[in-house]
């Protein structure tokens, strides 16, 4: 029985050797759930949802929904025990990753039995907004900034969020997206939100 430790490493292993170049964020809050992970690519956003031996269907109804409000593509990576189940319970467009027991060598056998499309459910523009949610303030200041827009300082998040959709074409935007999220370093980021808020402390004076 695999459980959710067990899946996570041989299909991030496997998702970097598919996708080229990615970047993994984990547990990410999405409206009302949590994204298992978050798959980062230099045009998409793509969510996993990973369901191990253990788990059940109980929550994947709601989390479908949440899923398919922020992501471009969406995948559900299954044990060995959902193997047969699952494509019964999420849309057609949702790619189906199997994680399998170990083989010869002790190690889970990733495949994909199911490509995943692009999400047609969400209006694009929603969709949009909510990926601009992700981004914290600085970086959205960021995209402000490389599209020579105004700085907003002012402003409350989802105010520049709108300015940034509304303003900017999703072609450009999208890899903008992606750029910020791959240069993002938890390391520095309660330095930077503070630097933000002095800045627009001194501004309002």
């Not at 072609?171 to 750029?179: A, R």
Request: charged share 35%.
């Amino acid at each position: 029985m695999l459980k959710d430790k067990d899946i996570r490493e041989p299909l991030f292993t496997y998702l970097e050797e598919r996708f080229g170049k990615v970047r993994i964020i984990e547990e990410k809050q999405i409206k009302k759930s949590r994204a298992d992970c978050m798959m980062v690519t230099s045009d998409f956003l793509t969510g996993i949802e990973i369901k191990s031996d253990a788990d059940t269907y109980a929550r994947l109804e709601r989390q479908i929904k949440d899923y398919n409000r922020f992501f471009d593509f969406n995948y559900v990576a299954v044990g060995s025990a959902h193997a047969l189940s699952i494509e019964s319970h999420v849309p057609a467009w949702w790619g189906i990753i199997t994680v399998s027991d170990r083989d010869t060598d002790g190690v889970p056998v990733v495949n994909i039995v199911r490509e995943g499309l692009p999400n047609p459910k969400r209006e694009k523009m929603v969709k949009l907004r909510n990926q601009l949610s992700i981004l914290w303030r600085p970086e959205l200041n960021n995209l402000l900034e490389i599209n020579g827009l105004p700085k907003y300082k002012q402003k409350s998040k989802d105010f520049v969020i709108h300015k940034i959709a509304e303003k900017v074409d999703v072609e450009v935007l999208k890899p903008q997206i992606s750029n910020e999220l791959f240069e993002r370093d938890y390391t520095t980021i309660s330095q930077r939100i503070a630097e933000y808020k002095m800045s627009r402390n001194a501004a309002k004076k």
